[in-house]
């Protein structure tokens, strides 16, 4: 039996945005995007936001 999952998106909570900007540009090679509410998003596919990551203390998983 084989189960198909998808994911819409991913909220991860970081405590250093700047270089999680850099990982994602720079070592995963997705297109990252500063937004006005001052989160960072990773876009994967033609969506335009698959991971978000918001700055905080926690350096986890927020949401899925």
């Keep these: 039996m084989t189960i198909d999952l ?8 970081v405590s250093d945005l ?10 995963l090679g997705v297109m990252t995007s500063r937004n006005a ?4 998003s990773f876009r994967l596919d033609d ?3 698959r991971v978000i ?11 899925v």
Excluded at 37 to 40: K, P, Y
């Design 6 to 13: 998808e994911l819409g998106y991913a909220g991860l909570e």
């Design 18 to 27: 700047d270089k999680w900007e850099s990982f994602g540009r720079d070592i």
């Design 37 to 40: 509410d001052g989160t960072l």
């Design 47 to 49: 969506h335009t936001r």
């Design 53 to 63: 990551l918001t700055e905080g203390p926690l350096d986890d998983l927020a949401y």
